[in-house]
Nanobody, 115 residues
Framework: QVQLVESGGGLVQAGGSLRLSCAASGSIFRINGMGWYRQAPGKQRELVATITSGGSTNYADSVKGRFTISRDNAKNPVYLQMNSLKPEDTAVYYC?????????WGQGTQVTVSS
């Protein structure tokens, strides 16, 4: 089992920055990779960024050049640095951990970008 706790969300003006953190506990040695997803009201949850255990990253087109996923060491914690935020980035952001065929989810943290 893996437990994930996100932090760092909040209210920011357009053009501003936030950094989200995700702390994992439990069986973290079996984690293959981690990611950030977001879900806006009335929309499906979508992938924002992922990072593998080897450090390779992948981003949604909508955040490329503005968001950066990173980690301190090995697999924990994982960060999402968000710059040049736009109102359309407003959503609940979820951390995810991949372990073989299973995905674990955090409780989510709200990010609100005002225009």
């Amino acid at each position: 089992q893996v437990q994930l706790v996100e932090s760092g969300g909040g209210l920011v003006q357009a053009g501003g920055s936030l950094r989200l953190s995700c702390a994992a506990s439990g069986s973290i040695f079996r984690i293959n990779g981690m990611g950030w997803y977001r879900q806006a009201p009335g929309k499906q949850r979508e992938l924002v960024a992922t990072i593998t255990s080897g450090g390779s990253t992948n981003y949604a087109d909508s955040v490329k050049g503005r968001f950066t996923i990173s980690r301190d060491n090995a697999k924990n914690p994982v960060y999402l640095q968000m710059n040049s935020l736009k109102p359309e980035d407003t959503a609940v952001y979820y951390c995810a951990a991949y372990q073989n065929t299973r995905t674990y989810w955090g409780q989510g943290t709200q990010v609100t970008v005002s225009s």
